[in-house]
């Protein structure tokens, strides 16, 4: 499989290169388009680039997009494009708009195809792909409103056969799709085409899966709201795009992402299809590239270059795939799994299997082994992400006499249910009444807040005073958690970033005011540890731009010959994936005693407790994934043959 002409790459090989994009240079790893095996057995069938910065993606998506416009343009041609919604391609649309406003990039020439639509869906509605596409990106260019096309939810149902074939003539009416721009759903599904659906399908009204109706949950405060029906594309009408690029971010895309670059085209996954179109890019994150063969085994692919790193990942992968300890790996295990260069340069299995093991025990580090007397500064993206994600390590470094602040970036207000506000304001005003005299102002904030939640529909922003009792809320949980490990109120800051503050799900990007709001706190605590949270798979995106503020106040604070010393960077994950062993730089084991104390932690939580708004795809309680998460950490390190432990956390030291 090749790249067509005038695509971005054309080159094969498995080292980093440079691509040009948008804005300049981008650097990627490992694009490789095409990857037999050992065995000569095609691995990658859709040509992937993995590159791990999103705004370097979105630049090089986007410079693809435009250098297309502008060919068009330059020949006296209107170009198509097939778009799509979601979170993924927002950055694509953002540097487009950049581009229109500093570099005159036109959409007067452009005509576009929307991937899909929910049904029923009222244009105006907050949750509608006709209002997210003009507030993300045709508002804010010069595209003829005439040339947007749009999937209609609000038609009636007996209008919408005759509409979606007019929908398919208008396509092939403007000379079919030139550029199709795609994100890809945990069922492997592309635009709404889910699984089951057909490759010769077309426009149409589909049934939503059950898994796509749980994933939009969040968007739409629970998943009763999100509606049963969509109106989409068809796969047919995707592979006549004459290009085609498909994004993925996150650990949680992973292994679909691998299921449709290397599986059998196979109507369950319908994004295996893309494998017939001549000309798919798939664009994918380091997180959402992980379970590919070239990432996650390389030396099952070819010849590979040992070094300690990839031998620990291949001797840990080795050990569970034979269900043997660590030590008991013998040649012939080796030689079974292609694996025998790794041997030949340590001179014998035991040689190989004493450098992983003690590589391995190494990073075990009990509470004499963690930092003491150290100025510590935890950021929290939510408030209940460090008693979720470190509430173990938390406890330790308490004892061990740091100077500990937990700093909660955002107020969590939005996954607060509307009956914990009506109980705390019945709190309230029977409070006032028994005890204070019924007072004016606690009446006419509980008639306020009442009056607006009896109106109140799925999704509509709360108003302000419905904001701060959840956000008030949130902020005594998230110190009643930290009491219990030891710390105080005085211990907590509350820095209410403003890119949270819309009141919506979706948020705004990372701006200069967040980032002097923790660059800040830096300055003032002047840390020598911060804990950042490396989880990238919240369904809502929050620890990922929480991460992004972070990164540009360390790099605004410690930059310059001047500069302080930059404290180290713990990353923590937990709430929705657990660091592999092999990734960790340090496991901290805890007792059965430290895992009771961090889940009574986290059950102060009381608002995300039963049934938490945005639970993801899991639908355990956290403190039953952390427990389950800890608790197998520590499992498989007793079936490599290391120490036996009750549960265990685990971090990356950057």
């Known amino acids: ?102 570099e005159g990039l036109s959409f007067s020439h452009v005509i576009s195809f929307n991937l899909d639509e929910y049904y029923p869906m009222s244009p105006d509605s907050i949750h509608s792909y006709h209002r997210f596409m003009w507030e993300n990106l045709f508002s804010h260019v010069d595209i003829d409103p005439g040339n947007v096309h749009i999937p209609d939810g609000a038609l009636e149902r007996s209008a919408i056969d005759d509409a979606c074939g007019r929908y398919e003539a208008a396509i092939l009416a403007a000379g079919g799709v030139d550029f199709q721009l795609l994100g890809i759903g945990k069922t492997g599904h592309i635009g709404f085409n889910e699984p089951g659906s057909g490759e010769h399908s077309r426009t149409r009204i589909v049934h939503l899966d059950s898994v796509t109706r749980r994933d939009a949950a969040a968007d739409f405060f629970g ?16 592979l006549q795009a004459r290009e085609i690029a498909i994004l ?115 990073k075990i580090r009990g509470k004499s082994k963690l930092p003491r007397g150290m100025k510590t500064l935890c950021f929290s993206p939510h408030p209940d992400d460090d008693v979720i994600s470190m509430g173990g390590i938390l406890r330790k470094f308490v004892e061990n006499e740091n100077e500990m602040t937990v700093a909660y970036m955002t107020s969590g207000n939005i996954a607060v249910f509307d009956h914990d506000v009506r109980r705390y304001m019945d709190f309230l005003v029977r409070l006032d009444q028994e005890r204070i005299g019924e007072g004016t102002a606690v009446r006419t904030l509980a008639d306020t807040v009442h009056q607006f939640l009896e109106a109140k529909h799925a999704g509509q922003v709360d108003i302000a005073e419905v904001q701060d009792i959840k956000r008030v809320i949130r902020e005594s949980e998230a110190v009643s958690g930290i009491e219990v490990m030891g710390l105080t109120r005085e211990h907590a800051r509350f820095l209410n970033l403003p890119f949270y ?17 923790v660059a800040e706190l830096l300055r003032e605590l002047q840390p020598e540890i911060i804990f950042v949270a490396g989880d990238l798979s919240d369904p809502h995106g929050t620890h990922r731009m929480c991460k992004e503020a972070i990164d540009r106040a360390v790099l605004e604070v410690y930059s310059g010959p001047d500069a302080p010393t930059a404290p180290q960077v713990w990353l923590y994950r937990g709430a929705w994936q657990e660091w592999p062993v092999t990734e960790a730089t340090v496991l901290v084991p805890l007792s059965q005693e430290e895992l009771t104390l961090k889940i009574q932690a986290i059950f102060k939580h009381q608002s995300q407790k039963d049934s938490a708004p945005f639970p993801g795809q899991d639908a355990r309680e956290f403190w039953q994934r952390v427990e389950q998460r800890n608790k197998a950490t520590s499992a498989q390190l007793d079936q490599l043959g290391l120490a036996e432990y009750f549960a265990m956390e685990a971090y990356v030291i950057a």
């Not at 080292?15 to 990658?44: C, K, M, Y």
């Not at 998943?223 to 995707?238: L, S, Y």
Request: net charge neutral; glycine share 8%.
């Open 501 to 517: 503050q819309t009141g919506k799900v979706r948020k705004d990007p990372i701006g200069p005011a967040d980032v002097a709001i």
């Open 223 to 238: 998943e009763e709201n999100v509606p049963r029906e969509a109106i989409t594309m068809g796969i047919a009408t995707i």
């Open 1 to 102: 499989m090749t790249m067509a002409s005038g695509s971005p790459v054309a080159t094969e090989g498995s080292q980093a290169r440079t691509l040009e994009s948008s804005g300049g240079p981008v650097r990627v790893s490992g694009t490789i388009f095409v990857h037999p095996d050992i065995n000569g057995t095609v691995r990658e069938r859709i040509p992937t680039i993995i590159i791990d910065e999103h705004e370097a993606m979105a630049r090089l998506v986007a410079g693809r997009i435009a250098t297309l416009m502008r060919e068009r343009a330059a020949a006296g041609r209107s170009i198509v494009l097939g778009l799509a919604t979601g979170s993924t391609p927002i950055g694509v649309y953002r540097e487009l708009i950049r581009l229109h406003r500093e």
């Open 248 to 362: 993925a971010t996150g650990e949680h895309k992973s292994g679909v992402v691998r299921r449709s670059v290397e599986g059998e085209i196979d109507r369950a996954v319908a994004a295996t299809f893309l494998q017939r179109h001549p000309n798919t890019t798939f664009y994918v994150d380091d997180a959402a590239a992980a379970d590919l063969t070239r990432v996650a085994t390389p030396w099952l692919i070819d010849e590979v270059r040992w070094d300690d790193a990839l031998a620990v990942r291949a001797v840990t992968w080795l050990a569970g795939r034979c269900q043997k300890a660590i030590l008991k790996l013998t040649q012939h295990d080796y030689d079974e799994h292609s694996m025998s260069s790794l041997v030949a340069r340590h001179g014998s299995p035991g040689a190989v299997n004493g450098l992983v093991f003690n590589v391995l025990g190494a």
